[in-house]
Nanobody, 126 residues
Framework: QLQFVESGGGLVQPGGSLRLSCQASGFTSIYYAIGWFRQAPGKEREGVSCISSNGGRTKYADSVKGRFTISRDNAKNTVYLQMNSLKPEDTAVYYC???????????????????WGQGTQVAVSS
């Protein structure tokens, strides 16, 4: 069964940092574009960031630009999301997802992805 396993979520104060990890389980993700998505209570799922299969192209939602950084280590089958300067509005369940795609323009639309993880909770509160 193809899936991703997320980790690294938790409770952090405003202005703090977290690093989320997303590891492929049961397959190699080197041919997959990977995206991070989040869903807050009562809101639609939204794209946060995505990275191409070789790591050469990244995209960010305007709300996280300059604060979040996506990266990947294909030798470890893992994608990371470094989140700095966290705000209360970043509170959500964060999901990673993959799409078999080796092109240079990975999508930031969750509907384009078909392999998902279970999610990890991020809470930003004082």
């Amino acid at each position: 069964q193809l899936q991703f396993v997320e980790s690294g979520g938790g409770l952090v104060q405003p202005g703090g940092s977290l690093r989320l990890s997303c590891q492929a389980s049961g397959f190699t993700s080197i041919y997959y574009a990977i995206g991070w998505f989040r869903q807050a209570p009562g809101k639609e799922r939204e794209g946060v960031s995505c990275i191409s299969s070789n790591g050469g192209r990244t995209k960010y939602a305007d709300s996280v630009k300059g604060r979040f950084t996506i990266s990947r280590d294909n030798a470890k089958n893992t994608v990371y999301l470094q989140m700095n300067s966290l705000k209360p509005e970043d509170t959500a369940v964060y999901y990673c997802a993959g799409r078999y795609y080796t092109g240079a323009n990975p999508p930031l639309d969750y509907a384009e992805y078909d392999v998902w993880g279970q999610g990890t909770q991020v809470a930003v509160s004082s």
